[in-house]
């Protein structure tokens, strides 16, 4: 049976707090942590920022790791707030990465636990969240320093499909959301 264990951490631009108290200044989010279990052997892991609407995402990005100003730059206006188009509620995720161990992959694990996330949030925290939002970008740091974009857009492609099957729209620039059921 295939579950998704999280942990839930505050953060600011200094690093990890408890998610109760942020002492040194930032703006604080949260990070949620996912690790992918099949049965009781660990096979994959998420990495996930909880956020609210009335932020600035664009000054954010720049606090938080991955690739979060991509996604800014694809979903806000010109002031840093998201766009109402997007209709994002209260609460969103951006989900940062996924990871299947290679021995687990093609056996449709990543995808289910994606399909699931909405109600894997939910039934963690006992909150509804709205949105979630991904940057489809596949590399490994190999790709990167041969500099191999063909490798680069092909696993990307591949990606993009991957979040289709689990009701993720492309929005452009390889940016994806998808809404609560």
Excluded at 9 to 26: E, S
Excluded at 54 to 72: F, H, K, R, S, T
Excluded at 110 to 131: C, M, Q, S
């Amino acid at each position: 049976m295939l579950k998704v264990q999280l942990t839930r951490t505050a953060c600011d631009a200094y690093g990890l707090y408890d998610y109760r108290v942020v002492p040194f200044g930032g703006t604080p989010y949260i990070t949620i942590s996912g690790e992918i279990y099949l049965d009781d052997e660990q096979i994959g892991r998420m990495t996930m920022y909880e956020l609210s609407n009335d932020i600035n995402l664009e000054e954010m990005a720049y606090q938080i790791p991955g690739d979060i100003l991509v996604i800014a730059e694809n979903i806000c206006d010109n002031n840093g707030k998201i766009k109402e188009e997007y209709a994002i509620n209260e609460k969103f995720v951006i989900l940062d990465n996924i990871f299947i161990e290679p021995e687990y992959r093609n056996n449709g694990y990543g995808t289910l636990a994606v399909k699931h996330l909405f109600t894997t949030l939910n039934d963690a925290y006992n909150w509804k969240i709205g949105t979630i939002v991904v940057y489809a970008s596949a590399y490994d740091f190999d790709d990167i320093e041969e500099a191999n974009i063909d490798i680069l857009n092909d696993n990307s492609e591949k990606l993009i499909k991957f979040y289709q099957k689990s009701k993720f729209e492309h929005i452009g620039n390889n940016v994806m959301i998808r809404k609560g059921d």
